[in-house]
């Protein structure tokens, strides 16, 4: 595996995110996805994946506890592109059954509850849209967090068993937003609000000015290590 992520780094050197989506599109053809939560990283991409209408496979993780906000700019994505952007939902028997059991709210109690709501509202959702391709595209960049600063732009995900790819991983928030006002791209109005990280409404909150990137998620949990299981980090 090592060398199909030297193969990718290879071709890909150099280009720009639109241009080596590109070439992925070609190398990976009806097996290469991007999963978007509609903030500002995934809105630029999806604009370079619609735009240019590459055979790009667009999807969504429908947790069911979304803003309104976030339900709008998906709405005026689409409305925008006229392209299909897929929705999984968690699996309806795992979501009784935890709801039964412990309540809406339970992911407030401890952090073991906060991660069995993410594992049936995002985990399991995202191992059936991945399941059958094997580029995963995603907006991850390095300055959104310590963890994240520890990761490459292009990764193998055990977890998976696929690989991804970080278009903008080096671009700045400065760079996306200029990127998103060039092109008029549609983009969460809580972005304005002091929200640069937008997840469930329950587990999601403004930040204040100096606070992490993902402060503003799980803010009553430790605040160390803030990640949902949907991107692990690996340990050097």
């Not at 996805?33 to 999807?59: C, R, Y």
């Not at 193998?156 to 928030?173: A, G, M, R, S, Y």
């Not at 993902?214 to 803010?219: D, I, K, P, Q, Y």
Request: with cysteine; charged share 30%; aromatic share 12%.
């Amino acid at each position: 595996m090592s060398e199909v992520i030297k193969h990718i780094k290879h071709i890909t050197a150099g280009l720009e995110p639109a241009e080596a989506l590109a070439k992925l599109a070609e190398l990976f053809p009806g097996e290469i996805v991007f999963s978007t939560s509609f903030g500002w990283e995934d809105q630029a991409i999806s604009h370079m994946i619609f735009a240019n209408k590459l055979p790009i496979k667009v999807f969504t993780l429908e947790t069911g506890r979304l803003f309104r906000e976030t339900y709008s700019v998906w709405n005026s994505t689409m409305d925008r592109y006229k392209q299909p952007i897929h929705a999984y939902y968690p699996d309806r028997d795992l979501l009784e059954e935890m709801v039964n059991k412990k309540g809406p709210n339970s992911f407030y109690e401890s952090v073991e509850n906060r991660k069995e709501c993410c594992g049936i509202r995002k985990i399991e959702p995202l191992k059936r849209a991945l399941k059958g391709n094997k580029l995963w595209i995603t907006g991850i960049r390095s300055d959104q967090s310590a963890n994240r600063h520890d990761m490459e732009n292009v990764e193998w995900d055990e977890q998976n068993l696929l690989v991804k790819f970080h278009p903008i991983f080096d671009w700045t928030l400065e760079d996306v937003k200029a990127y998103i006002k060039q092109y008029n791209i549609p983009y969460n109005s809580l972005h304005d609000k002091g929200f640069p990280s937008i997840g469930c409404m329950p587990c999601t909150r403004a930040v204040a000015e100096g606070e992490d990137f993902r402060a503003g998620r799980w803010w009553w949990e430790d605040q160390s290590k803030k990640e949902c299981g949907l991107h692990e980090v690996k340990q050097h």
